[in-house]
Each structure stands twice: as C-alpha cells, then as structure tokens.
C-alpha cells in the first residue's frame, strides 16, 4: 500500500512570492491534515480537510489556504511569502472523522529567501 | 488553550538502557495520544498510541502509560538500540472533533554504542 505522497520535496521561493504544495492520502483516506515543522520546532496544526470540506484551521493568517480535491487530494497554497514561512510542510491522512491515527507524507521544504 | 509540554529536550542513554520521555496536556477533553519518530530528513512516523480508556499500552520494547487524573502520559523504550536514536514527539487530540494534533517540543534521544 503506497504511504502518504507530497510534492514537491523542495522549493525555493522570494518573499512575496505564492507557492502551492501538494499531498496525495492513503488510498481509502479521507481526511487530509497539514502540519509546518519550522527548523528545530515541533509540528503546528495548520489545516484539516475532509470529504472536501474545510473542517478547522489553526492559528495562522489567512495567506495560507487549501482545499481538498473529489479525490481527497490536496494542495496548501500560500500568500505573499514571508522569511519566517521557510520550514518543513507535513501532510498526513486519516480515515476521517472516525479515525484518529495520521500518517504523515515526507514532507516539502519550503526556503523564503 | 490547548499544550502539550514534552521533556526532556535532549535524551542520551547507552545502548541497552531504557529510555522515558514525559509529556503532560493542558486540555481535559483530550482522549487520543500518539507518539512519533522522526529520523533526520524523514518523515514522522507513528510508533504507539493509546486512547484514554486504556492505562497502559505495550508493543515489544516500547510502551506507553496515561495518568488521565495528572494529565500526563509517558513513552517507554527499553533495551535501547542505536537505531532508536531520533527525535521523539508526542501529541494529543480531541479524537474526531477537531482533528488537529497538538504536538510536543520534540525529544532528540542519542542512543551510544
């Protein structure tokens, strides 16, 4: 069973800059979760996404965007990049709202220079 | 609000020794409690998790404990081997509700030969 895809693996971006990631679920997930793991920091909930539904978001500005696909896909779309945007962005899926364990992608690592 | 404090940030055992990571939340709704590894440059993967109708869970050398009264749970690895040696998180989540995991600063165990 293929994991938890994502693309890309990296970028380079200028601040002020728009940049979109990508996540592909387990097969049979629905539910599709982005994390930002900034340099030497824990994982901070950024959005979660559901059926194609946005089902809650985390502390963040309205820059950073998403939505999720018929095929339980997704991209996080982020607005006028700034410095402080540059960290690892998780993605993981769950079988949705009944199912609790997330299972994470490799990841993009995202540079704002 | 919602947190999750983890301790220690660094660990360092000698191989064969066991190693044991705290972490304690702050919201009482809490029910779900999953622990990751994270290897440099991988992805954070799901080792053990316990839910808060059970005291106790083990799986081979590890285990994990919850103490729903002090609001804190722990990670227990015995017979420590070096290639247990990576950053340890440990999270919580209000299962199927908000979806988000809130995460631990991270534990990085050494694991010496």
């Known amino acids: 069973e293929a994991g938890v895809t994502q693309s890309p693996t990296h970028l380079i971006k200028t601040r002020g800059q728009q940049v979109t990631l990508r996540c592909s679920p387990i097969?049979?997930?629905?539910?599709v979760y982005w994390y930002q793991q900034a340099l030497g920091l824990g994982l901070q909930f950024l959005l979660w996404y559901d059926e194609g539904e946005e089902r809650n978001r985390g502390n963040f500005p309205p820059r950073f965007s998403g939505r999720q696909f018929p095929n339980y896909s997704s991209e996080l779309n982020v607005n006028a990049l700034e410095l402080e945007d540059s960290a690892l962005y998780l993605c993981?899926?769950?079988?949705?709202?009944?199912?609790?364990?997330?299972?994470f992608g490799p990841g993009t690592r995202l540079t704002v220079t | 609000g919602e947190n999750v404090e983890q301790h220690p940030s660094t660990l360092s055992v000698q191989e064969g020794d066991s190693a044991v990571i705290k972490c304690t939340y702050s919201d009482s709704a809490s029910n779900y409690f999953p622990w990751y590894k994270q290897e440099l440059g991988k992805r954070p993967q799901l080792i053990i998790d316990i839910r808060s109708n059970v005291g106790e869970k083990k799986d081979q050398r590890i285990a994990v404990t919850l103490n729903k009264t002090a609001k804190h749970f722990s990670l227990h690895i015995t017979e420590t081997q070096p290639e247990d040696s990576a950053v340890y998180f440990c999270a919580a989540s209000i299962k199927s509700n908000t979806g988000k995991l809130i995460f631990g600063q991270g534990t990085t165990l050494q694991v010496k030969p």
């Open positions: 097969s049979g997930h629905t539910s």
């Open positions: 993981a899926s769950s079988q949705g709202l009944a199912g609790a364990e997330q299972y």
